[in-house]
């Protein structure tokens, strides 16, 4: 698997800390499950983290705090020494195609097509994922071959793990195992590429602010 499109320091390090909501989490953990780089990413995170609280312990309290701050991990983080490959924890499923690797294959109960899909329209689907979150929604999204969602930008954050097909929107390409991270700034149309149909982890916070009337009109009954 070719995986171009990856997480981002702040939302790994977020996660490395345990400083995410379960929504987030699941998304973050689902891709990691399918990414050797960002395991090793993470690996590298949390052994810095740790010589940076046995300097803690350590040093004298006169020490500067910049000498704690995210731009010194970072630079403790390039110049550490190599970390080992970290496995993924679970065998991956692709089953008919779809990656289908833990924690997500708990949460829905098996492979993909266990899942019962609810329509949105225009021959789009999604299977909403029930968390402990009260202001995070999680969903597969299953997005016809070579069919746009509507243009739409956020209220906050959006986070999407492609499964199975792709999609290109105005950040680039998006294939198997690739992550995007949207909010507010991000005005895009997904669409899905041409051959077949793509299936995607979506997590967000706030509803999608479409720029079409008739979708905004029948947005409360999509629940998006």
Known sequence: MNIHHHISDELLFDYANGALEEGWSLAVATHLALCPSCRKRLAAMEAAG??????????????????????AMRARIDNAAPVREVPAAKVVSARDGVLVPEPLRSYIGGDVDKVKWKPLGLGAYHYPIKTSDEDISVRLLRIPAGKPVPEHTHGGR????????????????????????????????????????????????????FKSRIVRMIQPLLGI
Request: hydrophobic content about 35%; some cysteine; proline content about 7%.
């Open 50 to 71: 740790g010589a940076i609280f046995e300097a803690i312990e350590v040093e004298p309290a006169s020490a500067s705090k910049e000498d704690f701050s995210w731009e």
């Open 158 to 209: 959006e986070l999407t793990l492609v499964l199975k097909g792709s999609f290109s929107d105005v950040s680039g390409r998006f294939g198997p195992g690739d992550f995007e991270e949207t909010d507010e700034t991000v005005d895009h149309q997904p669409i899905a590429d041409p051959g077949e149909d793509c299936i995607c982890l979506a997590v967000t916070d706030a509803p999608l602010k």
